[in-house]
């Protein structure tokens, strides 16, 4: 479009999120659902943290770290819906080039944390069950300020690296993006100039933060398993079985997504399916880590009762 072109270079300063649908009778529908899910989601959790706040008995490593997903989730989602709705209300799909850059910044450094943290929590379960007796010194309060702490920074490297390396690139021609929010694979396609490097910067970060992260999941999980067949009670194995059973799930819905979304890199023309995986990555994960994690939790519920009939145990 020439609307989103300077006159001087023709560099593209303007870029047309197409959203998740064209056409005009499917938009208030669409803004529903997405606003109900946005609501759900950040009211979800926030009960989730309020629970873990109030509740003595989750003041342990593990809703320590359940809390700071729950941060996550709702910092994520809120870096693409509100915008998304606000384009669908407001019929004005433009996004600027910096506020695009942006977008991409955030969401790769949260979701980059979402990685991390997902990775802490495993090693958090591989100390509870299968290192009990060392488990108050090596998962101390200091160092699970620390891990959290290097879970961003390692983020935050990345998601600067990568957006830096996109703002090198030159956009002169097509600026019109089949999605909902910026994302690298979109913005690689409407490149006029090599993405060579800033596919192979890519490629590394997902060895980085999703090959290897996934690789020590599946190693505490080994360590769990082979722990957990050794209970004799099958009561036992069943409690110590729960406490990982929503965590895996969530790790399996996360990844499974996420891996999904960028093999498709050079692939062709984005499609609806990116849109699909994109709802699933920021949109229905976010959405339901609460339900998982609460489900088959009797503490989690009991503090969530709580919460919502305004009681308070004692401290």
Do not use: W
């Not at 693409?80 to 080039?97: C, E, F, G, Q, W």
């Not at 591989?126 to 060392?134: E, V």
């Not at 290897?212 to 082979?226: D, F, K, Q």
């Not at 406490?243 to 960028?262: E, Q």
């Amino acid at each position: 479009m020439d609307g989103g072109t300077s006159g001087n270079d023709s560099s593209v300063t303007t870029f047309v999120l197409l959203g998740l649908t064209e056409t005009p009778v499917l938009q208030p529908i669409v803004f529903i659902i997405f606003l109900l899910a946005y609501l759900a989601t950040v009211g979800g959790n926030f009960s989730i943290l309020a629970a873990i706040l109030i509740e003595p008995k989750l003041h342990t490593p593990m809703y320590f770290f359940l809390g700071n997903l729950s941060l996550l989730d709702v910092a994520c989602i809120s870096v693409t819906v509100p915008a998304m709705l606000k384009h669908l209300i407001s019929n004005d799909r433009n996004i600027s080039y910096r506020a695009c850059l942006s977008q991409l910044f955030f969401f790769h450094l949260l979701a980059g944390a979402d990685c991390f943290l997902l990775t802490v929590m495993a090693y958090d379960r591989y100390l509870a069950i299968c290192q009990p007796l060392t488990y108050s010194t090596r998962m101390s309060q200091r160092i699970q300020q620390a891990l959290t702490a290097m879970s961003c920074v390692f983020s935050f490297t990345n998601a600067l690296t990568q957006t830096v390396a996109v703002s090198t690139l030159k956009f002169c021609g097509p600026n019109v993006i089949n999605h909902f929010y910026c994302d690298l694979p979109q913005l690689f396609q409407l490149s006029c100039s090599s993405t060579q490097l800033n596919e192979q910067l890519l490629f590394v970060a997902a060895v980085f933060m999703g090959v290897a992260p996934l690789i020590l999941i599946t190693v505490s999980y080994a360590h769990v398993a082979a722990a957990v067949l050794r209970i004799r009670s099958a009561e036992g194995r069943k409690k110590a079985f729960s406490t990982c059973s929503s965590h895996l799930t969530v790790v399996g819905i996360f990844y499974g997504t996420g891996v999904f979304s960028y093999m498709r890199l050079g692939s062709g023309d984005s499609s609806d399916k990116d849109k699909g995986i994109g709802i699933l990555n920021t949109v229905i994960s976010p959405m339901l880590n609460p339900l998982i994690y609460s489900l088959r939790n009797p503490d989690v519920q009991g503090a969530l009762r709580r919460v919502f009939m305004g009681k308070q145990t004692c401290m």
